[in-house]
């Protein structure tokens, strides 16, 4: 059911799901919540808070992105020239 919600769980199948398919996914989430459950049971002092539904989308990069696809297009033969959107 993590799967359904709008947690970092939920993110994680519907990320997950799109490379893997759906059993796979689920299969990836349950184990996540296992060794979730086990570090939690296996230190008293430890607490889970949920990353969110944006997390990995907050820490992409946004320049690092831009000089990877050029360095990819550059590899391909292709000339880069970047400019602004509106």
Not at 45 to 50: E, I, L, R, S, V
């Amino acid at each position: 059911m993590a799967a359904r919600t709008d947690s970092f769980l939920g993110e994680r199948y519907r990320r997950i799901v799109k490379r893997r398919g759906k059993l796979k996914a689920l299969v990836a989430v349950a184990r996540s919540i296992l060794v979730i459950i086990w570090h939690l049971l296996a230190d008293p002092t430890a607490q889970y808070f949920d990353l969110g539904p944006g997390y990995h989308a907050d820490r992409v990069n946004k320049d690092k992105r831009i000089r990877t696809y050029v360095r990819q297009l550059e590899a391909l033969g292709l000339t880069v020239t970047l400019t602004s959107a509106a």
